[in-house]
């Protein structure tokens, strides 16, 4: 499995997204610091949690030149249902076949009730405008993990 550490260079990626049309994050190089957070399906408790602690400091992170990006393999349906849901206030990107997140090494082997499966691991980047990464957080505390972000860029 890919693991993924800051200095690295961070994988290019273009994903359909809720806001319409496509993001890459070449659209961001030189402009802005991108916070690209992996979670496993919508409207779940910790998925819900993680999305509108960013959604909560979303104002603060824009602020610091920083755009947050939710990334699922959940279809843009389910991600429009989710942000009205929520009111959340920033993009969230369909990796249906999972190809981003398997180069980030946030798809991989997981374990519920004894029973092993593949699915997507909750784990953020914070990319550079320079397109490095400057931090991973491979284990992440959904509920206060836009704190802890705003937080490390302040």
């Not at 957070?37 to 602020?63: I, M, Q, V």
């Not at 849901?85 to 369909?94: E, G, H």
């Not at 999972?98 to 180069?103: C, L, R, S």
Request: hydrophobic share 35%.
């Amino acid at each position: 499995m890919v693991n993924l550490q800051p200095g690295d260079k961070a994988p290019a990626f273009t994903l359909p997204s809720s806001s319409g049309g496509t993001i890459s994050l070449k659209d961001f190089a030189g402009k802005k610091r991108v916070v690209l957070y992996f979670y496993p399906k919508d409207n779940t408790s910790g998925c819900t949690k993680e999305a509108c602690s960013f959604r909560d400091y979303s104002a603060k992170l824009a602020a610091k030149d920083t755009m947050v990006l939710g990334v699922s393999a959940d279809s843009l349906e389910s991600h429009e249902k989710f942000i009205k849901k929520y009111n959340l206030n920033f993009p969230l990107l369909s990796d249906v076949d999972h190809k981003v997140a398997e180069a980030y090494g946030a798809w991989g082997e997981k374990s519920m009730y004894g029973k092993k499966y593949f699915g997507m691991i909750r784990k953020t980047f914070i990319i550079g405008k320079n397109g490095k990464l400057e931090q991973v957080f491979h284990k992440v505390k959904a509920e206060e993990h836009g704190k802890e972000v705003l937080d490390l860029l302040s």
